[in-house]
């Protein structure tokens, strides 16, 4: 019997369809959750917690391949530093990390997680890759739902998104997992290239409302020049997904 690969983070937007994908591949598949459940169709819940360094031990052991893809505001450099530790004392043999575009080049703190998060993978001694991809189309979603309640949309000058479909980034990871280890690989974005208004526009259209009328405002420091100089967007040579924006919110809003 080939052992468990471990998914820490299989309970959150991605990581609902990671599971599924390696359970269609033929994988028993071993979550790490902060909240237990009982074991179903050969997925196995592990209690623990990556922050506090609880449970994690117990969920590496007897797994050679991990999908990191548990993440937050903060913390995600500590979290990682304990799963590696763990990791590295389990002999896992392939560790995959998802982290975002534009970690090394936006100095946002959260963004710093990222970076240090995939500095102490590469530093780990465990054969690994790591993907950064763009900001997923549920999460777009919720900011624009957010901001589209407000009279006026604000639209930060110079901003740009390129939303990818999180299923898309699902797929890629579970090819990358099952495959040896490739070290850092292309960026993964959406095939779109939209500012705040861009965004709003066609959902708004779907549901109903009508457009808002916008104010242009600044983000300020450093961000705010990285931002307007793209620093945010996949470099020459990422990978492109084929599920845009508009076609996430026609079977999303428009059912």
């Known amino acids: ?4 690969i471990l998914v820490t983070g299989g309970t959150g937007t991605l990581g609902r369809h990671v599971v599924p994908l390696l359970r269609a591949a033929g994988h028993e598949v071993r979550v790490l959750s902060r909240q237990g459940r009982p074991a179903v169709d050969g997925v196995e819940y592990v209690t623990g917690d990556l922050l506090k360094d609880e449970g ?3 969920a590496v052991t007897g797994t050679e391949i991990v999908l990191h893809l548990a993440g937050g505001q903060k913390g995600d450099d500590v979290a990682t530093r304990n799963l590696m530790r763990a990791a590295s004392k389990a002999g896992v043999r392939h560790l995959v990390y998802i982290s975002v575009v534009g970690a090394d080049r936006v100095p946002l703190a959260w963004l710093r997680t990222k970076l240090d998060s995939e500095r102490a993978i590469a530093d780990s001694g465990i054969p690994w890759t790591t993907l950064r991809a763009a900001q997923f189309h549920e999460l777009t979603l919720t ?7 407000l009279p006026v949309l604000p639209v930060p000058g110079g901003l740009r998104l390129q939303p990818v479909d999180s299923r898309e980034v699902a797929a890629r990871l579970v090819e990358l997992a099952l495959g040896a280890p490739a070290g850092r690989v292309p960026d993964l974005a959406g095939p779109g290239l939209y500012d705040i208004a861009a965004l709003a526009a066609p959902y708004l259209k779907l549901r109903g409302k ?8 600044r983000i300020p420091g450093k961000a705010g020049r990285a931002y307007r100089a793209g620093e945010n967007l ?4 990422a990978e492109v997904g084929k599920v845009g924006w508009e076609d996430f919110l026609a079977e999303r809003v428009g059912r």
């Open 1 to 4: 019997m080939t052992s468990p």
């Open 56 to 58: 994690v031990a117990a």
């Open 143 to 149: 900011m624009i739902e957010k901001m589209t309640r």
């Open 210 to 217: 009508r457009r808002r009328p916008t104010l242009p405002v």
């Open 234 to 237: 996949a470099v020459e040579g």
